[in-house]
């Protein structure tokens, strides 16, 4: 059974940081693609980064520059690293796998884990 398990989150100030956690049990981080998302009240979930088996990363437009997405795979955990913090940045924050093996794609989601971002 996949579990993932989001830490980290909190109160921050405007310009802190943060650094997320995923910690995952049931798979190995390094051969999914893994993936953060957040999702603000009253708006749709949305990528912020995500890093592929082979280590691509990518992130959405409005964190780029300030957040990076990493992983340890001695720990089987990914990280969200969140700097210069913004109030637009206040979400519920997810962590998630796919991983398509022949015509099938499996996903999980973790829980999440509440970002707030003000003075």
């Known amino acids: 059974q996949v579990h993932l398990v989001e830490s980290g989150g909190g109160l921050v100030q405007p310009g802190g940081s943060l650094r997320l956690s995923c910690a995952a049990s049931?798979?190995?981080?390094?051969?999914?693609?893994m993936g953060w998302y957040r999702q603000a009240p009253g708006k749709e979930r949305e990528l912020v980064a995500s890093?592929?088996?082979?280590?691509?990363?990518n992130y959405a437009d409005s964190v780029k520059g300030r957040f990076t997405i990493s992983r340890d795979n001695a720990k089987n955990t990914v990280y969200l690293q969140m700097n210069s913090l913004k109030p637009e940045d206040t979400a519920v924050y997810y962590c998630?796998?796919?991983?398509?093996?022949?015509?099938?794609?499996?996903?999980?989601w973790g829980q999440g884990t509440q970002v707030t971002v003000s003075s």
């Open positions: 890093i592929t088996s082979s280590g691509t990363t």
């Open positions: 049931g798979i190995i981080v390094s051969i999914n693609t």
């Open positions: 998630r796998r796919t991983r398509v093996s022949g015509p099938r794609e499996y996903t999980s």
